[in-house]
């Protein structure tokens, strides 16, 4: 397989792209066709303040490279959550990204949700039985919590997450499967600003998660190899799965279930009536905005909390 | 596993329900469930005269089998396809379709294609060269036009087919994996009557392919148990693949994907302007409703195929 720049030897063939090329070429493209799809969907300018959530994984440590060579201002956020198990996979992948921003020179916000929220995240999800024996529900809740308090806070027009296009396919995949027509209706490479929250981004949704892996590799990125103990055999790493055998069988499946839904959608396939939000009200406690009477959903959590914490030391 | 009704021993489990039936319960509660969605989807009343497409597999002949036993006026339409390969598909399903009618009494209409047109469906196939190697097409296209043929010269009300769940489920997954919005919106339990066309309906589309095997085999149905040999490796038997192993994970997958499709459809999921029909007109030969200006697809293709076969003799 030659590259189709060059003609020297190629690293990485994208079947679905029918594209091969070299290690050199790779790490051109790459950051050029983000460019293109952060174009394409408008998702911010140059002007822009930009907080990319850094995991330590490949995708968000990739994504904060390429978008400052793309040269866009962009500072990370880490979001300790105490998941530490066998593999020290929390203090893992904080070494990791603390060390990818020094080497860079890049500023990394850090919050620690031990310290500030009183628990880590396996902690409160005991606590507060949310979520099916998994923590990944109270996880995803506090990462949206602290994400929007620390773009508000700290004023950041835009919050980048590293999302590729194996992850946007398989959320697609189960909703698409249930038919929740709510969350069809909102997936997307942008989700607006509204009142108290900045703009949500995913610059990678359009690539291919071994793509991702390719392309920190050949950049030399550092990052933690392990995926999250907890999403081992999870209902979205099976939808994975699935799509991949589907890949298997059509190169480009994967890739065009996603592009055509957004296209579909674009041309009118839904109706407009389902596109009426529910009236946002800030949260009397923490102030972010919520569709629930009083509280919001982190702080009633937080609260739960605090009250099963309270019930187990007296 | 006991039967819920009488609690012996139970010879069919439907996961998907939750429910575990004897043979003689089971026999009782199929046509119950049937006459349920015939209602539920107001597809004919006992007044109507009913044409039942049947290929002598164990869908069709269960649908003629049931349909008969709740006492509405049903009718045979058999299509030979002149499809023999080695396993004498086509004489063997004729053979069995006819005693099926002559044993209990029943009208069988029956259609050759080559006697009517000239060549049997994989020498029209070969000669018109439509459908990337496999015949599925053209044999689509005749039957449809057969099946609109007979109802309408021998004043049918309706056709009914014997699609099951996982036919259905199939098409649909096809259909959303690629976002065919125009196919997502007429896909349905009935297809209303339109100038020309009889309604179209499917009273088996809510029963798991396995439960009709277990219908027709309890019940004493002699069917042909081969699938018809261009079936095999077919892209719909790959998505049925897929859906089990879906439904394998999580029984009811399968049938809540159609259902709440149809569900989300009904609640508005999608727009209506794209319900607008392209203007229907007779076709100048054969009378037939055809977007198409001119000849509808069946007689260009029947042009094609007498053209080609002119060339092939001369």
């Known amino acids: 397989m030659?590259?189709?720049?060059?003609?020297?030897?190629?690293?990485?063939?994208?079947?679905?792209h029918?594209?091969?090329?070299?290690?050199e070429h790779y790490l051109e493209w790459f950051p050029e066709q983000t460019e293109r799809f952060i174009k394409k969907y408008e998702m911010f300018t140059r002007e822009e303040k930009i907080l990319v959530a850094v995991s330590g994984?490949?995708?968000?440590?990739?994504?904060?490279?390429?978008?400052?060579?793309?040269?866009?201002q962009a500072d990370g956020l880490y979001i300790g959550l105490g998941i530490e198990e066998d593999i020290g996979y929390s203090?893992?992948?904080h070494r990791l990204t603390q060390e990818f921003a020094d080497e860079r020179n890049l500023k990394l916000n850090c919050v620690d949700v031990e310290e500030e929220y009183g628990q880590p995240i396996p902690v409160l999800s005991e606590l507060t039985h949310r979520g099916k024996g998994r923590p990944c529900s109270v996880c995803g809740l506090t990462k949206r919590h602290v994400m929007n308090r620390?773009?508000?806070?700290?004023?950041?027009?835009?919050?980048?997450?590293?999302?590729?296009?194996?992850d946007e396919a398989a959320v697609l995949f189960s909703n698409?499967?249930?038919?929740?027509?709510?969350?069809?209706?909102?997936?997307?490479?942008?989700l607006p600003e509204s009142p108290g929250l900045a703009r949500k981004v995913k610059p990678l949704c359009?690539?291919?998660?071994?793509?991702?892996?390719?392309?920190?590799?050949?950049?030399?990125?550092?990052?933690?190899?392990?995926?999250?103990?907890?999403?081992?055999?999870?209902k979205t790493t099976y939808y994975k799965e699935l799509l991949n055998q589907l890949e298997a069988k059509r190169p480009g499946a994967k890739l065009a279930f996603y592009t055509k839904f957004l296209e579909a959608r674009k041309q009118g396939l839904f109706a407009e009536q389902e596109?009426?939000?529910?009236?946002?009200n800030p949260c009397p406690n923490c102030g972010q905005p919520t569709s629930a009477p009083g509280l919001c959903s982190f702080c009633r959590l937080m609260e739960r909390a605090a009250l099963a914490s309270t019930d187990v030391t007296e």
């Open 206 to 234: 359009r690539f291919y998660e071994k793509d991702m892996t390719a392309y920190a590799l050949l950049r030399g990125i550092e990052y933690i190899y392990e995926e999250c103990p907890y999403a081992v055999g999870s």
């Open 150 to 166: 620390i773009a508000r806070d700290l004023g950041y027009a835009v919050l980048a997450t590293g999302h590729n296009l194996d």
């Open 275 to 280: 596109m009426v939000r529910a009236t946002l």
């Open 18 to 23: 029918k594209l091969a090329l070299c290690k």
């Open 91 to 93: 203090s893992e992948s």
């Open 57 to 72: 994984g490949k995708d968000s440590l990739a994504l904060w490279d390429i978008l400052t060579r793309l040269g866009y």
């Open 2 to 16: 030659k590259c189709r720049k060059c003609g020297s030897k190629a690293s990485v063939n994208m079947r679905q």
């Open 176 to 190: 698409t499967i249930n038919w929740l027509g709510e969350y069809l209706l909102r997936q997307s490479p942008v």
